[in-house]
């Protein structure tokens, strides 16, 4: 089996499809279809949902204009992120700047959306074995149904980014990380700021994403809440420790 990778620059943040197959020749061909499509849908979104654009339908909805809600992509954003903020508690919050900003949630929802509709029908190929679509590290993945492949995907320590602090055997799923180890300080921390970097491992990027997110800003006491009340698989890092959640319950603890 052999790795296959494109990255495609946008939205300030690389995009990067990787697939597994055992006809190298085969794959770069698909591969070179696909990359077209991928930033066409990329460019569609980003016009879409950009809160820097002036022409988009976030930045006409802050405006006052109502015609964005009669778009269906509009509404489908638009119910998730209230949904979520209710179900954090707040701690994701789309008006977060005083002006509704969806950000926090989209990239998640289109790398997951692009995944499902162009990346995963390559299984119709007998030779795709395994895929996954990654933007600025948060990451949709699977593999073909009955494989016994595993994505091993790494999350680095934000105290050493060239330390790995745990593996993660993922076959299908989605998995983000929020913190400010790359990015700066480009988080609101609403809670006590006591935690250095979020993971959360989900069906769906989207959610993960966005969960990430609002744990990273509540704060480890009440992200603990969070997690156990939503059930989620999360880790945790905070300034000497690493905390493992899975399926809401502390599984680990270590020093770092």
């Known amino acids: 089996m052999a790795l296959i990778t494109?990255?495609?620059?946008?939205m300030t943040i690389p995009f990067t499809i990787s697939l597994v197959s055992d006809d190298i020749p085969s794959t770069r061909l698909l591969m070179a279809e696909l990359l077209p499509k991928i930033k066409a849908e990329l460019l569609r979104i980003e016009e879409k949902f950009?809160?820097?654009?002036?022409?988009?339908?976030?930045?006409?909805?802050?405006?006052?204009?109502?015609?964005p809600i009669f778009d269906p992509e509009f509404q489908e954003v638009y119910g998730q992120v209230i949904i979520l903020k209710q179900r954090?508690?707040?701690?994701?919050?789309?008006?977060?700047?005083?002006v509704y900003d969806p950000t926090g949630f989209v990239k998640g929802w289109l790398i997951e959306n692009i995944f499902?509709?162009?990346?995963?029908?390559?299984y119709q190929y007998d030779h795709i074995e395994a895929a996954t679509f990654n933007g600025g590290g948060d990451i949709q993945a699977s593999s073909r149904q009955g494989s016994d492949f595993r994505w091993q995907i790494g999350i680095e320590n934000p105290k050493d980014l060239q330390q790995v602090l745990a593996i993660y055997p993922l076959s299908c799923g989605a998995i983000a990380t929020s913190g400010t180890?790359?990015?700066?300080?480009?988080?609101?921390?609403?809670?006590?700021?006591?935690?250095?970097?979020?993971?959360?491992?989900?069906?769906s990027l989207a959610w993960a994403d966005s969960w990430a997110t609002a744990l990273f800003s509540?704060?480890?006491?009440?992200?603990?809440?969070?997690i156990q009340k939503e059930q989620l698989?999360?880790?945790?890092?905070s300034q000497t420790s690493l905390f493992i959640f899975q399926?809401?319950?502390?599984?680990d603890q270590k020093a770092l």
């Open 6 to 10: 494109e990255t495609i620059e946008a």
């Open 88 to 98: 954090s508690q707040g701690y994701f919050d789309p008006y977060y700047k005083g």
């Open 181 to 203: 180890s790359k990015r700066g300080q480009h988080l609101t921390v609403l809670g006590q700021d006591d935690l250095l970097q979020v993971t959360v491992l989900s069906d």
């Open 116 to 122: 499902h509709h162009f990346i995963e029908p390559l």
């Open 50 to 67: 950009s809160a820097f654009r002036k022409d988009s339908l976030v930045s006409r909805f802050q405006r006052g204009q109502k015609e």
């Open 218 to 226: 509540a704060g480890f006491s009440k992200a603990k809440e969070l």
């Open 247 to 251: 399926n809401g319950q502390l599984h």
């Open 233 to 237: 698989s999360a880790l945790l890092v």
